[in-house]
């Protein structure tokens, strides 16, 4: 059999292309050839027409929508989640196979105007294309939350915290002076920041309605920001935003006005619509429920504080990079917009919670390699570096092979991270970059010290749920050989 994939990820990082390896060695393993498309953050090299044309069926192993679909008309198609791709590949390949026997490939029917593909697969229930659209909007924010976080976090150790009162660079900038530059990082940094919020609502209306909403939904997030309703004015304006082009696409017009309905008209109403309702109806709740959120999170003191960091730290762990680890980390870059020390207390927690993972299995499996596969120890090599750069799905290799042992050890391990990192009041302004970034962070001893912390937990619990599995099997057969014949 010949198959074809393309995998996808919120992120486009890391389970995007662990999906992809996990394919082509499944189908390796079965005798097939596969060939993958990764359409990651780094972008993609397209499958060719004659590699679709020659597949029997095709896989779609994606938690946002593929990108170009309609190339692969015609064709048996399997869609799976990307996790399943990395944990079950060879079962995405037999249901594959099986797809081909009841549904032989059919000449695929030349489109004639290719419309932008929708960013959520067709049939999903509304809770899996509730969950699409807000990722695929958090995937679009992230680069711009990389980029303006670290040129501030980078003008912050130039130049200290104070250079956030520096004049425009505009009307003062000495190419000689360190502090003119880092007063240029912190005011491109800080730009780039304005973006967070348009750019998550945008991608949000776009995943609803394609195109024609991204442009509402830019408004949406913009109005969002001038009333202060901040990242949960974003998410409110791009849902809004999508579902109003979406019944406005259901509209009938004559037909000398359905070719400008996607570039003018569309556009112009959504804008007025949702920038009108954010403006004047839903922005004030919003940016109060903002600002009580905003004193909660300032008023967080001792076993409250503990406790919110714990459960952050728990669920950046549990799925290591997927939904529920992304609710929490978008959570910890929306509050460096408010620049509180909470905020950035909560930054600092879930940054070293979601080292802990990798690092942790990194140990184990150096302790106590006997426990693990070959390829687990080989995966735990490399997890020294993918936990050091804050990259949580190092651990996923360890997880989908023993996901009842593993993944309550690293919740565990996380969870104290994160609870000790907030007690100890560590403070980060980076929204990533792991180890690397340590000088920028406040309390770096005791940083430091929850991290080490919560991986040697995580690394025991490991050990101890594996040794206790070994025994289990191991210990009955001695007492069957003491048993006389």
Known sequence: MKYV???ACPTGIAHTYMAAEALEQAAKAAGDEMLVETQGSAGSTPLSAADIAAADAVIFAADVGVRDRERFAGKPVVEAPVKQAINDAAGLLTQAANAVQQEPAAAPEPAAEPELASKVAAGAGFGTRLRQWLMTGVSYMIPFVAAGG??????????????????????????????????????????????????????????????????????????????????????????????????????????????????????????????????????????????????????????????????????????????????????????????????????????????????????????????????????????????????????????????????????????????LSMTFGATLRAPHGGIFVTPLVGNPFLYLAAIVIGVVVAAAAVLFAKQLGRRAVEEPAPEAAAVPA
């Open 5 to 7: 994939a393309v995998t």
């Open 150 to 419: 670290l040129l501030i976090a980078l003008s912050f150790a130039l130049g200290g915290y104070q250079i956030t009162d520096a004049p425009p660079v505009t009307e003062v900038f000495d190419p000689a002076s360190l502090l003119s530059w880092a007063a240029l990082a912190n005011q491109i940094g800080s730009t780039a920041f304005e973006f967070l919020v348009p750019v998550l609502a945008g991608f949000i209306a776009f995943a609803i309605a394609d195109r024609p909403a991204i442009a509402p939904g830019f408004v949406g997030g913009a109005v969002a920001v001038t009333v202060g309703a901040g990242f949960l004015g974003g998410l409110v304006a791009g849902l809004l935003a999508g579902a109003v082009i979406a019944g406005l696409k259901q509209v009938r017009v004559p037909r000398g006005i359905a070719g400008i309905m996607p570039v003018v008209v569309l556009p112009l109403l959504g804008s007025l619509v949702v920038g009108g309702l954010m403006f004047v109806v839903l922005g004030k709740p919003i940016a109060l429920a903002m600002a009580a959120l905003t004193g909660w999170l300032t008023g967080l003191s001792g076993a409250n504080a503990a406790l919110l960091g714990a459960l952050l730290g728990a669920m950046i762990a549990f799925d290591m990079g997927g939904p529920i680890n992304k609710v929490a980390y978008t959570f910890a870059v929306g509050g460096l917009s408010i620049g509180t020390t909470a905020s950035l207390e909560i930054m600092a927690a879930v940054m070293a919670a979601g080292m802990v993972p990798p690092l942790a299995l990194a140990l184990a499996s150096a302790v106590r390699g006997k426990l693990f596969s070959p390829a687990e120890r080989a995966s735990g090599r490399a997890a020294w570096l993918l936990g050091a750069s804050f990259i949580t799905e190092g651990a996923i290799p360890f997880a989908a092979g023993d996901p009842l042992r593993v993944i309550p050890s690293i919740v565990v391990g996380s969870a104290t991270t994160g609870a």
